[in-house]
Structure formats: structure tokens, C-alpha cells
């Protein structure tokens, strides 16, 4: 009895399900960068690896599998060099990365939270509580990186064309006319009514997230609800009659999702998954078009938290 590999039994499933055939080649590069960015890791040596099977690895592991497979069935190849300005982890062998040395004698063993950014931002936050916070509509900017660039108000998915039914309806009776047929994914976006406020942090300290967010500091965060106690009293002297919360991000598979995210608010692109992302977030009581950053004075945060410095 021959007995299939588990590449091959992924294959196999794949074959049953060719979820990736309706991609263009653009958008199959594009996800094949966005599966490599979650699947590549930095271990503390400064080398490049991949996720432990044993954890997140098998997930990123298959969906490759699953790329690969699509590839060889259309016979077609990823054009020379399309990794070269992906945002991937980046390798600092034969030197130590500079966070692994940064954090030493740093506890990381409970619950935390780490805010990277530049030291000029950091030392204020660390020493006084000084906080920018800033408007979702300010992240979907051009001159912001690839890991940090992202439309806030809006979340698409999208829809395999031969399960989903579009039909031209007359717009009295609303009795359908006829069936048209789609080209390629159909792509369901749901928008955000109002601009709002959201203060993103993360889950965890990685070496990579330094190169992401172009810091060269972090804070590291050692009570979270303290922080977000002290965080919401300071929104509710501002903007009484707001609304907020605060929780870690959940990310989706714009082609595997099952329907669409509830909200914009907590739900984001699994491109974005490496980063673990915490997020705060005020909402207004009434929509408004486009808020403005401001800034919240929180008094010193050296009692429970770190700063660390590279």
C-alpha cells in the first residue's frame, strides 16, 4: 500500500477546491507575498526560518501549498525578482538582531503590550504619558510602509464567481431579468460611516516589528488594563458620550472567510497577521466625516512599563 505525504494529501484537497483559480497572476504574486510575510521568521541568531509546524506554521505551510499547486496547474511562473521590495523579515546574520540584545534582563513572561515607534515619540510616552492619537483615516496614506499602510474604513472580501449568483433586476418589481455571469473574484466591501480614533500597539515583542514600523524603541507595557484605564478616563474628560474598546485584532482570509467581518473596527487583511495587533478605539456618538489627531497626557508610565532602546 502506497500512503500518500501530507503535501500531497494538501494537493489533493486544493484540486477539490480550486479557491485561487479566478486570481489574476498579479493578485496570486500579491498573496504569495502576503503568505510569506506571516510564514518567514526571525529566530535570535539573526537567520531566516519558517514558522514551527507545530504552531501558526502549518496554517501558512498549507495555504502555500495551495499556491504552489495552483501555480503548476496553470503552468505559469512568478516573474523574476517580485520578492525584492516585499515587506519580508530581513536577516541580520551574522549579527545578533539588535532587539534580542535590546530586551535582556526585560521580563516578557505575563501578559504584556509593546508600542514601537522612534525614541523622540517614545521617551515622552514613557516618561510623561504623552499619546498621539490619531484618526483612522490617517493610516490609508502613500507615504506610509507597506506594513503600515492600510484602509481603516473599509474591509472587502472576495467572492468565489461560480457559487455566487448576480442577476439584473427590474427596479420596480424587482423580478430578476437575467443571470450575468462574472469575470474573475467579485470583490464585497463593507464601509465605515464614520471616521473614528484607534491607538494600535502589540500583542508581542518580535525583532521584525522594529524594521516594520521603522522604530528604534519601544515601550513595553507590563499592566495593559492599567494602561487602557488611564487611556479611556483621558478619552471620557474629552469626548463624553463616546464610545470605546479595546481588544486584540482578528484577521481574515479575504478568500476563505466565510462572510463579511462585523465591523472595520477589530477585524483586518491576514497580510497583517504577524504584527498581533491591540487595538484601542473611540467611536463618536454621530458619524463624522474626517477627525483630527490630538494628544493625551497620561502622566509618568515608568512604574509598569519598560522602555527599551536599540
Given at each position: 500500500m502506497k500512503y500518500m505525504t501530507r503535501q500531497e494529501y494538501i494537493e489533493k484537497q486544493y484540486c477539490a477546491n480550486r479557491y485561487l483559480q479566478h486570481l489574476s497572476l498579479k493578485d496570486l504574486v500579491q498573496r504569495t507575498i502576503d503568505v510569506l510575510a506571516n510564514y518567514y521568521v526571525l529566530n535570535e541568531q539573526g537567520k531566516i526560518g519558517l514558522c514551527p509546524i507545530s504552531g501558526e506554521g502549518e496554517y501558512w505551510a498549507t495555504l502555500f501549498i495551495h499556491i504552489m499547486t495552483e501555480m503548476d496547474l496553470r503552468k505559469a511562473s512568478f516573474p523574476d525578482g517580485f520578492l525584492k521590495d516585499a515587506p519580508l523579515v530581513k536577516s541580520t546574520w551574522p549579527e545578533v538582531p539588535k532587539p534580542i540584545k535590546a530586551i535582556e534582563g526585560i521580563n516578557l513572561s505575563d501578559d504584556y503590550l509593546v508600542k514601537y515607534s522612534k525614541q523622540c515619540f517614545l521617551r515622552p510616552?514613557?516618561?510623561?504619558?504623552?499619546?498621539?492619537?490619531?484618526?483612522?483615516?490617517?493610516?490609508?496614506?502613500?507615504?506610509?510602509?507597506?506594513?503600515?499602510?492600510?484602509?481603516?474604513?473599509?474591509?472587502?472580501?472576495?467572492?468565489?464567481?461560480?457559487?455566487?449568483?448576480?442577476?439584473?433586476?427590474?427596479?420596480?418589481?424587482?423580478?430578476?431579468?437575467?443571470?450575468?455571469?462574472?469575470?474573475?473574484?467579485?470583490?464585497?466591501?463593507?464601509?465605515?460611516?464614520?471616521?473614528?480614533?484607534?491607538?494600535?500597539?502589540?500583542?508581542?515583542?518580535?525583532?521584525?516589528?522594529?524594521d516594520d514600523f521603522e522604530a528604534d524603541s519601544c515601550v513595553v507595557i507590563h499592566e495593559p488594563i492599567k494602561f487602557v484605564e488611564r487611556l479611556y478616563k483621558d478619552f471620557a474628560q474629552r469626548f463624553p458620550g463616546w464610545r470605546g474598546r479595546a481588544t486584540g485584532v482578528a484577521y481574515y482570509d479575504p478568500l476563505l472567510i466565510a462572510q463579511m467581518p462585523e465591523s472595520v473596527f477589530f477585524h483586518k487583511h491576514f497580510r497583517y497577521a504577524y504584527q498581533k495587533e491591540y487595538r484601542i478605539v473611540l467611536l463618536p456618538p454621530k458619524p463624522v466625516k474626517r477627525l483630527e489627531p490630538f494628544f493625551v497626557g497620561l502622566g509618568s508610565l515608568e512604574e509598569f512599563c519598560d522602555f527599551v532602546s536599540l
Open positions: 510616552m514613557f516618561e510623561k504619558g504623552e499619546l498621539r492619537i490619531a484618526p483612522a483615516s490617517s493610516y490609508n496614506d502613500p507615504s506610509l510602509n507597506q506594513a503600515q499602510k492600510d484602509s481603516e474604513l473599509e474591509r472587502s472580501i472576495l467572492l468565489d464567481p461560480s457559487e455566487t449568483k448576480i442577476e439584473l433586476v427590474d427596479e420596480h418589481t424587482l423580478k430578476s431579468e437575467k443571470r450575468i455571469e462574472a469575470i474573475g473574484n467579485i470583490t464585497a466591501t463593507i464601509d465605515c460611516t464614520s471616521d473614528y480614533y484607534v491607538y494600535c500597539l502589540s500583542l508581542v515583542y518580535d525583532a521584525r516589528l522594529f
